[in-house]
DNA sequence: CCTAACTCCGTACGCCTCACGGAATAAGAC
DNA sequence: GTCTTATTCCGTGAGGCGTACGGAGTTAGG
C-alpha cells in the first residue's frame, strides 16, 4: 500500500530519467503532472504551505479535486515534488575563488531559494525525497569545500552547517518581512501596542542587558533586528571557524 | 477586536505579576488559564502542533470545545502562551567557567529544550509574544556573553546566531528520531525501498563525492547523519570563529 | 466488437477553527 | 429579597481541509 506510493512518487521525481509510463488505455490526461507541480508552486507562493490545498490546485487547472489524485498520490508526495521541482528552476553557479567564497555562493544559493519560496522552511517530513533536482545540488554543495583539506566526515558536517544555517537565517528573515506585510502592523505600531504593557510589567532593574542591546540595536537599524546582516556575520563567523579547523 | 486580544493575550502572559483579572459576577471558571496551558502542552508533546487541536484541550479537561474561549482568545495565542510556560519550566543554569562553556550552556539550554517540547519548531509566529520567560533567558543568554568584548550590536548576532544553531541543530535531530519511530522504519529498511529505484536513475560517475561522503558518513555511524555529533562540531567551529572576532 | 484500463468527478466521512446565541449561574444594585 | 447584569459553559452551524469509494464516460488492445 504504502510502499507503492513510495515507488510512484520515485518514479514521478525522476520522470525525465524514466519517462513518463502513462497508461495508453483510458482517456488522454488534460493536463499534465509537470502542470500540476507548477500550480502548487503558485499556490504555495501566494499563500504558504498551511493554506495550501488540493482544492486550491484544481481549481487552478481548471480540474475538480478529486482528479488531482490520478497525477500524484497525496497532499505530502505532491509537496515533495514542489520541493524537488523548485531545487532546479536556477542554475547552479559556477563554483570559484576562494574557499570563503566557494562556502558564501552555497549558503547564499539556498538563502535566496528560500526567499524565492518561502514555504519551503514550512515542509516538514521526516524523511526526505531523494530527487534529480535535490542530488545534483548536494553533489554540487560538497564540490565547493572538496580538495579544502576536510575529511569525507567532515565534509557533510560542514555542508549541513552551511546549509543549515542559510535557511535559519533565511527563516527569521522572512518571519520578519511577513510580520509587516502580512499582519499590515509596523515595528513602530507593534510596540505602541505591546509598550504599555510591558513598561507596567517589566521592573526597571530586571532587564539590564536586554534594555541596552534592545536600545542599541533599535537606534542602529530601525527594527527589531537586520537578518541580512545577522546572516553576514554569522556566515563570516562560521567560515572563520571552519578556516581556523584547517589550519590546525 | 485585534488589538484587544493582543492585550488580553499580553495580561495573560504577565498573569504572575499582574494578577488574574477574573470577573466576579457568574459561575467560577471549572479550570484555571494554567491548567489550560498545560493541557495544551502535554497535547502538543503527544501528538505534536499539527495534531493538536482545541477540542483535544477541551477533552483532556473534561470541558466542551467551545469552553475553552472563555479562557484564552484563540489557538494561536493559547500556542503562544504554551511557548513561554515551557521556556520557563526548568531552571536557568548557572553560568561560569570560559566563554566556550558559557556559550555551550546557551546552546545546550536550547537544545535541550527544543528535544523536550518539539513542537516549539513548528510554531510560526511572525511576531513573537514577549512574556516573562522569554525574557528571563533573553536576558540570561546575553549576560553569558557580556564582559567578553562584544559591542552591544554584536551580542544581539551572537546570541542569535548561537540559538538559531541549536534550533536547527535539535530540528535535524528530530526529525532524524520522527523517522525511525512514527514511520517504522529504520535507516536501513527505507534504503531497501530506495535503492532499486536510485541506483537505476543515479548514473554510476554522476555523483562521484555524494556516493564518497555518503558511504563514509554510513560506515561510521549505521545511519544517514548523527545528529548530535553534528551539534558539537558545528557548535565548535561557531565558538571558534567567535573568539578569532574577539581577537582581531 | 467487446472488454479492460484509465480519467474525471460526486458524494461522504471525519477532522479542524471559530462566530453566534442561549441557558444556567452568581454577585452586585436597589 | 428581588432584580439586573456579567460570566461560564455549550449547541449549532458555517466554511475550511484530505482522501476513500464508487460510478460514468472514454479509449486502446485483444
Redesign the interface.
Known sequence: ME?QD??RT??LL?RR??GTPQGSRGPKQRVSVDEVIRAGIEVADEEGLTAFSMRKVADRLGLKLMSIYTYVPGRSELVGLMVDEVAGEQQLPELGGSLRERITAVARQQWDECHRHPWLL?V????PW?G?NI?DR??WQ??AI?GAGF???????VV??VV??A???AR?SI??S??VE??G?SDAQ?WE??AP??ER??PGD?????G???T??GL?YNAV?DPD??FR??L???????E??LDR
Chains 1, 2 share one sequence.
Request: hydrophobic residues 40%.
Open positions: 510502499n513510495v515507488d520515485l518514479t525522476w530519467t524514466l514550512q516538514e517530513e521526516s524523511r531523494i534529480p542530488s548536494y553533489e560538497l564540490s572538496e575529511t569525507d566526515l567532515e565534509m557533510d558536517q549541513t552547517l543549515g544555517f535557511a535559519q537565517s527569521a518571519a520578519a511577513r510580520a502580512s499582519s502592523i507593534w501596542v505591546n504593557v510591558l510589567v517589566m530586571r532587564y539590564p542587558l536586554s541596552r542591546v534592545g542599541a540595536a542602529e533586528g546582516r545577522s556575520f554569522g563570516d563567523r562560521i567560515i572563520d571557524g571552519l581556523e579547523l
